[in-house]
């Protein structure tokens, strides 16, 4: 079984870039969940993927988007950064259907550091 | 909206002593709680969840809804445990998780 895999594992941009993060899902795993993690703080939910669908959202503005493919492998899209979208971006993905005992497992994260 | 309080950031305990980390919540609805685990240089992972009542790696925790809590314990700490707990929250149309900002836990030896 292949466990949840991120890249890039660090990243290096300027405000106003825009960037993207992907992320492949651990083998059986249909729903993809992104996380923000700011330095100090917990994990954020930003958004999740269902089935190649957008299925919920957390706080955060339009310019976090998101895709997911066919294979439910994902990718996170944010534009015109900014300097506190510095942070861990980690993704999580989780077993079909909607069992009360499903579980997120986490990749090891994406570290963006926006200058 | 559903929200997730470690009150302790840091907490040092030394082996083969008790240890609690301490989690509360607010949330209106019936809720699901976990607690995640981060070893040095390892990926977060899930330790345990109320609704399995489960002990792992001889920790526990007892979801008391009268208290809003869902404290971690274990009887005997081992310098292995060190490592940052985070307290987790499941809601929402996604099951999304909603985290607390975490305690980092040191066993002395």
């Known amino acids: 079984e292949t466990g949840v895999t991120q890249s890039p594992t660090h990243l290096i941009k300027t405000r106003g870039q825009q960037v993207t993060l992907r992320c492949s899902s651990q083998?059986?795993?249909?729903?993809v969940s992104w996380y923000q993690q700011a330095l100090g703080q917990g994990p954020q939910f930003i958004f999740q993927?269902?089935?190649?669908?957008?299925?919920g959202r957390g706080n955060f503005p339009p310019r976090f988007s998101g895709l997911q493919f066919p294979n439910y492998s994902s990718e996170l899209n944010v534009n015109a950064l900014e300097l506190d979208d510095s942070a861990l971006y980690l993704c999580?993905?989780?077993?079909?259907?909607?069992?009360?005992?499903?579980?997120?497992?986490f990749g090891p994260g994406t570290r963006l550091t926006v200058l | 909206a559903q929200r997730v309080t470690q009150p302790e950031k840091l907490l040092s305990v030394f082996k083969g002593a008790p240890v609690e980390l301490k989690c509360n919540y607010s949330?209106?609805?019936?809720?699901?709680l976990f607690w995640y685990v981060q070893y040095s240089r390892q990926r977060l992972q899930l330790l345990l969840r109320?609704?399995s009542r489960e002990s792992i790696k001889g920790f526990t925790a007892d979801l008391n809804k009268g208290e809003t809590s869902f404290h971690l314990k274990k009887p005997f700490a081992q310098e292995e445990d060190s490592a940052m707990y985070y307290c987790?929250?499941?809601?929402?149309?996604?099951?999304?998780?909603?985290f607390g900002s975490g305690t980092q836990l040191t066993v002395l030896p």
């Open positions: 999580a993905s989780s077993s079909p259907g909607r069992s009360s005992t499903d579980t997120q497992y």
């Open positions: 987790a929250l499941r809601s929402g149309s996604a099951r999304q998780l909603t």
């Open positions: 993927y269902y089935r190649e669908e957008e299925n």
């Open positions: 949330y209106s609805g019936s809720p699901e």
């Open positions: 083998s059986g795993h249909n729903t």
């Open positions: 109320h609704i």
